[in-house]
Protein backbone atom coordinates (compact mmCIF):
# COMPACT_ATOMS: atom_id res chain seq x y z
CA UNK A 1 0.00 0.00 0.00
CA UNK A 2 2.64 1.83 0.85
CA UNK A 3 4.42 1.52 -1.92
CA UNK A 4 1.33 2.06 -4.41
CA UNK A 5 1.12 5.58 -2.14
CA UNK A 6 4.39 6.73 -3.17
CA UNK A 7 3.81 5.85 -6.78
CA UNK A 8 0.81 7.62 -6.77
CA UNK A 9 2.46 10.95 -5.59
CA UNK A 10 5.91 10.71 -8.01
CA UNK A 11 3.01 10.45 -10.46
CA UNK A 12 1.09 13.91 -9.61
CA UNK A 13 4.40 15.44 -9.05
CA UNK A 14 5.22 14.39 -12.46
CA UNK A 15 1.64 15.96 -13.58
CA UNK A 16 2.43 18.86 -12.19
CA UNK A 17 5.92 19.47 -13.35
CA UNK A 18 4.49 18.57 -16.95
CA UNK A 19 1.46 21.27 -16.51
CA UNK A 20 4.14 24.24 -15.30
CA UNK A 21 3.78 27.41 -17.74
CA UNK A 22 6.57 27.12 -20.13
CA UNK A 23 9.44 30.06 -19.68
CA UNK A 24 8.18 33.46 -21.01
CA UNK A 25 10.03 34.52 -23.92
CA UNK A 26 12.88 37.02 -22.98
CA UNK A 27 12.10 40.53 -23.97
CA UNK A 28 14.43 42.69 -26.40
CA UNK A 29 13.88 46.63 -27.14
CA UNK A 30 14.66 47.31 -30.76
CA UNK A 31 14.94 50.66 -32.34
CA UNK A 32 14.39 51.09 -36.03
CA UNK A 33 13.05 53.64 -38.30
CA UNK A 34 9.29 53.79 -39.67
CA UNK A 35 8.75 52.29 -43.04
CA UNK A 36 8.51 49.28 -45.17
CA UNK A 37 12.24 48.49 -44.00
CA UNK A 38 10.98 46.84 -40.85
CA UNK A 39 9.25 44.05 -43.18
CA UNK A 40 11.10 41.25 -41.92
CA UNK A 41 10.67 42.12 -38.06
CA UNK A 42 6.81 42.48 -38.87
CA UNK A 43 7.04 38.75 -40.47
CA UNK A 44 8.49 37.15 -37.67
CA UNK A 45 6.14 38.87 -35.12
CA UNK A 46 2.82 37.85 -37.50
CA UNK A 47 4.52 33.84 -38.00
CA UNK A 48 5.86 33.57 -34.37
CA UNK A 49 9.74 33.01 -35.08
CA UNK A 50 10.86 35.50 -32.26
CA UNK A 51 8.68 33.30 -30.04
CA UNK A 52 9.89 30.19 -31.61
CA UNK A 53 13.63 31.44 -30.81
CA UNK A 54 12.33 32.23 -27.11
CA UNK A 55 12.49 36.02 -27.44
CA UNK A 56 9.72 39.14 -27.36
CA UNK A 57 10.56 41.93 -29.58
CA UNK A 58 9.29 45.31 -29.28
CA UNK A 59 9.92 47.27 -31.75
CA UNK A 60 9.53 51.29 -31.56
CA UNK A 61 10.52 53.96 -34.21
CA UNK A 62 12.90 56.97 -33.72
CA UNK A 63 12.65 59.98 -35.26
CA UNK A 64 15.88 60.57 -36.17
CA UNK A 65 19.62 59.15 -36.01
CA UNK A 66 20.89 61.52 -33.41
CA UNK A 67 18.52 60.04 -30.76
CA UNK A 68 18.32 56.57 -32.06
CA UNK A 69 22.30 56.53 -31.54
CA UNK A 70 21.58 58.34 -27.90
CA UNK A 71 18.93 55.59 -27.24
CA UNK A 72 21.20 52.79 -28.02
CA UNK A 73 24.20 53.84 -25.63
CA UNK A 74 22.00 54.89 -22.84
CA UNK A 75 20.70 51.74 -22.81
CA UNK A 76 17.07 52.67 -23.69
CA UNK A 77 17.03 50.07 -26.54
CA UNK A 78 18.99 47.24 -26.70
CA UNK A 79 19.37 46.77 -30.60
CA UNK A 80 17.87 48.65 -33.99
CA UNK A 81 18.63 49.04 -37.40
CA UNK A 82 20.16 51.23 -39.03
CA UNK A 83 22.67 52.83 -41.91
CA UNK A 84 25.99 50.99 -41.42
CA UNK A 85 27.31 54.81 -42.09
CA UNK A 86 26.00 55.66 -38.57
CA UNK A 87 28.21 53.34 -37.13
CA UNK A 88 31.02 54.18 -38.36
CA UNK A 89 30.78 57.87 -38.29
CA UNK A 90 30.02 57.95 -34.25
CA UNK A 91 32.57 54.64 -34.13
CA UNK A 92 35.26 57.23 -36.02
CA UNK A 93 34.20 60.62 -33.76
CA UNK A 94 32.38 62.11 -37.00
CA UNK A 95 28.82 61.84 -36.00
CA UNK A 96 26.61 64.38 -35.82
CA UNK A 97 26.23 65.07 -31.96
CA UNK A 98 28.50 64.25 -29.28
CA UNK A 99 27.97 61.43 -26.99
CA UNK A 100 28.76 61.44 -23.11
CA UNK A 101 30.65 58.04 -23.57
CA UNK A 102 32.54 56.50 -26.46
CA UNK A 103 30.89 54.30 -28.68
CA UNK A 104 31.36 50.40 -28.77
CA UNK A 105 28.57 49.87 -31.69
CA UNK A 106 29.08 47.31 -33.97
CA UNK A 107 27.39 46.08 -37.50
CA UNK A 108 25.95 41.95 -36.98
CA UNK A 109 24.18 41.20 -39.95
CA UNK A 110 22.90 43.14 -43.25
CA UNK A 111 19.33 44.28 -43.55
CA UNK A 112 18.93 46.15 -46.93
CA UNK A 113 21.60 47.20 -50.05
CA UNK A 114 21.27 49.83 -52.25
CA UNK A 115 17.39 50.77 -52.87
CA UNK A 116 18.07 54.61 -52.06
CA UNK A 117 16.42 56.86 -54.47
CA UNK A 118 17.06 60.87 -54.55
CA UNK A 119 13.34 62.13 -55.48
CA UNK A 120 12.36 65.30 -55.74
CA UNK A 121 9.41 67.90 -56.64
CA UNK A 122 7.68 66.98 -60.00
CA UNK A 123 8.61 70.41 -61.67
CA UNK A 124 12.46 69.76 -60.86
CA UNK A 125 13.82 67.79 -63.70
CA UNK A 126 17.43 68.21 -62.99
CA UNK A 127 20.19 69.15 -60.78
CA UNK A 128 20.35 72.78 -62.08
CA UNK A 129 17.07 73.11 -61.06
CA UNK A 130 18.13 72.58 -57.60
CA UNK A 131 20.13 75.61 -57.32
CA UNK A 132 18.85 78.07 -54.54
CA UNK A 133 16.53 75.41 -53.15
CA UNK A 134 16.48 73.58 -50.00
CA UNK A 135 16.63 69.78 -49.87
CA UNK A 136 15.98 67.59 -46.79
CA UNK A 137 18.32 65.38 -44.35
CA UNK A 138 18.09 63.03 -41.35
CA UNK A 139 21.18 64.46 -40.53
CA UNK A 140 23.73 66.63 -42.42
CA UNK A 141 27.09 64.40 -41.17
CA UNK A 142 25.65 60.95 -41.43
CA UNK A 143 23.57 58.26 -42.86
CA UNK A 144 22.24 58.60 -46.41
CA UNK A 145 23.59 62.75 -46.85
CA UNK A 146 26.99 61.93 -48.22
CA UNK A 147 24.81 60.24 -51.25
CA UNK A 148 23.30 63.41 -51.98
CA UNK A 149 26.18 65.56 -51.76
CA UNK A 150 28.33 63.13 -53.98
CA UNK A 151 25.10 63.11 -56.69
CA UNK A 152 24.84 66.45 -56.31
CA UNK A 153 28.36 67.30 -57.22
CA UNK A 154 28.77 64.53 -59.74
CA UNK A 155 26.25 66.74 -61.36
CA UNK A 156 27.70 69.96 -61.58
CA UNK A 157 26.43 71.17 -58.05
CA UNK A 158 28.39 72.74 -55.00
CA UNK A 159 27.47 72.65 -51.61
CA UNK A 160 27.02 76.61 -51.82
CA UNK A 161 24.30 75.56 -54.62
CA UNK A 162 21.55 74.28 -52.17
CA UNK A 163 20.91 74.42 -48.48
CA UNK A 164 19.77 71.48 -46.16
CA UNK A 165 17.50 70.96 -43.84
CA UNK A 166 17.49 68.27 -40.81
CA UNK A 167 14.06 66.27 -40.70
CA UNK A 168 14.97 63.05 -39.36
CA UNK A 169 14.16 59.62 -40.77
CA UNK A 170 12.49 58.64 -43.83
CA UNK A 171 8.85 59.42 -43.42
CA UNK A 172 9.40 62.72 -42.30
CA UNK A 173 11.17 63.99 -45.19
CA UNK A 174 8.98 62.46 -47.67
CA UNK A 175 5.96 64.03 -45.81
CA UNK A 176 7.99 66.96 -45.77
CA UNK A 177 8.85 67.38 -49.37
CA UNK A 178 4.96 66.65 -50.26
CA UNK A 179 4.04 69.40 -48.49
CA UNK A 180 6.39 71.34 -50.30
CA UNK A 181 8.51 72.50 -47.47
CA UNK A 182 11.68 70.82 -49.16
CA UNK A 183 12.53 70.18 -52.81
CA UNK A 184 13.78 66.81 -52.35
CA UNK A 185 15.33 63.88 -50.29
CA UNK A 186 17.11 60.79 -50.15
CA UNK A 187 14.24 57.99 -50.00
CA UNK A 188 14.68 54.59 -48.20
CA UNK A 189 12.59 52.04 -51.07
CA UNK A 190 9.54 51.03 -50.44
CA UNK A 191 8.77 54.91 -49.00
CA UNK A 192 9.82 56.38 -53.14
CA UNK A 193 6.82 54.60 -54.52
CA UNK A 194 3.85 56.95 -53.12
CA UNK A 195 5.49 60.44 -54.41
CA UNK A 196 7.10 58.87 -57.64
CA UNK A 197 3.17 57.61 -58.47
CA UNK A 198 1.81 61.44 -58.09
CA UNK A 199 4.51 62.57 -60.78
CA UNK A 200 7.61 63.25 -58.06
CA UNK A 201 11.21 63.14 -59.77
CA UNK A 202 13.37 60.19 -59.15
CA UNK A 203 16.61 62.02 -59.76
CA UNK A 204 18.97 59.52 -58.68
CA UNK A 205 19.69 55.93 -57.90
CA UNK A 206 22.39 54.96 -55.30
CA UNK A 207 22.82 51.73 -57.06
CA UNK A 208 23.12 53.23 -60.87
CA UNK A 209 25.67 55.66 -59.79
CA UNK A 210 27.66 53.77 -57.19
CA UNK A 211 27.19 50.04 -57.69
CA UNK A 212 26.90 47.69 -54.38
CA UNK A 213 25.95 50.07 -51.29
CA UNK A 214 25.14 48.78 -47.70
CA UNK A 215 22.45 50.75 -46.65
CA UNK A 216 20.80 49.41 -43.80
CA UNK A 217 22.41 46.66 -40.92
CA UNK A 218 21.59 45.29 -37.38
CA UNK A 219 23.70 47.74 -34.97
CA UNK A 220 24.17 46.86 -30.71
CA UNK A 221 26.60 47.87 -28.76
CA UNK A 222 29.63 45.33 -28.01
CA UNK A 223 29.33 45.55 -24.12
CA UNK A 224 25.48 44.70 -25.14
CA UNK A 225 26.42 41.57 -26.53
CA UNK A 226 28.86 40.48 -24.29
CA UNK A 227 26.17 39.58 -21.80
CA UNK A 228 23.16 38.79 -24.27
CA UNK A 229 24.92 37.04 -27.18
CA UNK A 230 22.07 34.14 -27.11
CA UNK A 231 19.81 36.76 -26.96
CA UNK A 232 21.30 38.39 -30.21
CA UNK A 233 21.63 35.18 -32.40
CA UNK A 234 18.39 34.67 -31.38
CA UNK A 235 17.13 37.72 -32.77
CA UNK A 236 18.79 37.32 -35.82
CA UNK A 237 18.31 33.59 -36.16
CA UNK A 238 14.10 34.70 -36.23
CA UNK A 239 15.21 37.57 -38.76
CA UNK A 240 17.11 35.25 -41.10
CA UNK A 241 13.75 32.85 -41.13
CA UNK A 242 11.19 35.88 -41.50
CA UNK A 243 13.57 37.01 -44.49
CA UNK A 244 13.81 33.14 -45.85
CA UNK A 245 9.52 33.21 -45.74
CA UNK A 246 8.94 36.20 -46.99
CA UNK A 247 11.22 35.48 -50.25
CA UNK A 248 9.13 32.25 -50.94
CA UNK A 249 6.62 32.57 -53.80
CA UNK A 250 4.16 31.28 -52.07
CA UNK A 251 4.60 33.09 -49.28
CA UNK A 252 4.10 36.48 -51.38
CA UNK A 253 0.10 37.10 -50.82
CA UNK A 254 0.46 36.30 -46.67
CA UNK A 255 3.79 39.13 -47.02
CA UNK A 256 1.90 41.63 -48.55
CA UNK A 257 -0.72 41.36 -46.67
CA UNK A 258 1.57 41.71 -43.71
CA UNK A 259 2.65 44.81 -45.21
CA UNK A 260 -0.75 46.34 -45.58
CA UNK A 261 -1.65 45.75 -42.44
CA UNK A 262 1.50 47.48 -40.64
CA UNK A 263 1.42 50.24 -43.40
CA UNK A 264 -1.86 51.08 -43.41
CA UNK A 265 -1.65 53.99 -45.77
CA UNK A 266 -0.11 51.87 -48.35
CA UNK A 267 -2.96 50.30 -50.71
CA UNK A 268 -2.45 46.61 -51.87
CA UNK A 269 -1.22 47.44 -55.62
CA UNK A 270 1.13 49.72 -53.36
CA UNK A 271 2.50 46.80 -51.61
CA UNK A 272 2.63 44.53 -54.34
CA UNK A 273 5.19 47.37 -55.74
CA UNK A 274 7.04 47.08 -52.82
CA UNK A 275 7.31 43.17 -52.76
CA UNK A 276 9.00 43.45 -56.46
CA UNK A 277 11.01 46.45 -54.79
CA UNK A 278 12.51 45.08 -52.04
CA UNK A 279 12.89 41.58 -53.23
CA UNK A 280 14.83 42.50 -56.40
CA UNK A 281 17.87 40.61 -57.61
CA UNK A 282 20.76 43.49 -56.83
CA UNK A 283 19.25 45.31 -54.06
CA UNK A 284 16.87 45.72 -51.79
CA UNK A 285 16.85 42.97 -48.52
CA UNK A 286 19.73 40.86 -48.42
CA UNK A 287 19.50 37.46 -48.59
CA UNK A 288 19.27 35.74 -45.24
CA UNK A 289 20.30 39.44 -43.73
CA UNK A 290 24.09 38.97 -45.03
CA UNK A 291 26.35 42.23 -45.59
CA UNK A 292 28.15 42.66 -48.32
CA UNK A 293 31.70 43.89 -47.72
CA UNK A 294 31.83 45.51 -51.10
CA UNK A 295 28.38 47.68 -50.44
CA UNK A 296 30.39 48.54 -46.91
CA UNK A 297 33.60 49.54 -48.76
CA UNK A 298 31.36 52.50 -50.73
CA UNK A 299 30.20 53.48 -47.56
CA UNK A 300 33.50 53.98 -46.49
CA UNK A 301 34.98 55.86 -49.75
CA UNK A 302 31.80 58.30 -49.33
CA UNK A 303 33.04 59.01 -45.90
CA UNK A 304 36.60 59.20 -46.48
CA UNK A 305 35.34 62.40 -48.71
CA UNK A 306 32.70 64.23 -47.12
CA UNK A 307 33.58 63.09 -43.30
CA UNK A 308 34.99 65.38 -40.88
CA UNK A 309 37.68 65.50 -39.19
CA UNK A 310 38.78 63.84 -42.40
CA UNK A 311 40.01 60.31 -42.49
CA UNK A 312 41.17 57.51 -45.36
CA UNK A 313 38.65 54.64 -44.11
CA UNK A 314 39.32 51.55 -45.65
CA UNK A 315 38.50 48.67 -43.67
CA UNK A 316 34.29 47.69 -43.38
CA UNK A 317 35.44 44.99 -40.98
CA UNK A 318 36.52 47.47 -38.12
CA UNK A 319 32.69 48.66 -37.55
CA UNK A 320 31.49 44.61 -37.94
CA UNK A 321 31.22 41.35 -35.65
CA UNK A 322 29.76 38.78 -37.37
CA UNK A 323 30.06 35.61 -35.23
CA UNK A 324 26.84 36.19 -33.73
CA UNK A 325 25.56 35.93 -37.39
CA UNK A 326 27.63 32.70 -38.01
CA UNK A 327 26.39 31.16 -34.76
CA UNK A 328 22.68 32.03 -35.69
CA UNK A 329 22.96 30.38 -39.46
CA UNK A 330 25.14 27.65 -38.35
Known amino acids: MKALKKI????????????????APRPLELIA??????????????????????????LSFTPNSVEQIRDLMNGTYDLGTTAYDNVVAYQEGQGETELPVQPDLFAFMGGYSGSLRFVTQPDIKNYADLKGKTLGVDAATTGFAFILYKLA??????????????????????????????????????????????????????????????????????AWAAKNGDRLVAFIRSYVAAMDWLRQPANKDEAISIYVKHVTSAPRPAAQKAYEVMFAEKEGFQKRAKLDLEG????????????KPQK??????????????RKAVQ
Open 153 to 222: ALNGLSSADYKVERLGGTPARVQAMMEGRIAGTMISSPSEILPESKGYTRLGDTTTTFGPYQASIGVARR
Open 33 to 58: FGGGGNWPIWAAQEKGLFAKNGIAVK
Open 296 to 307: CRTVLKLRSEFG
Open 8 to 23: AVAAALFAAAGAAPAQ
Open 312 to 325: DLTDPTKYIDDSFY
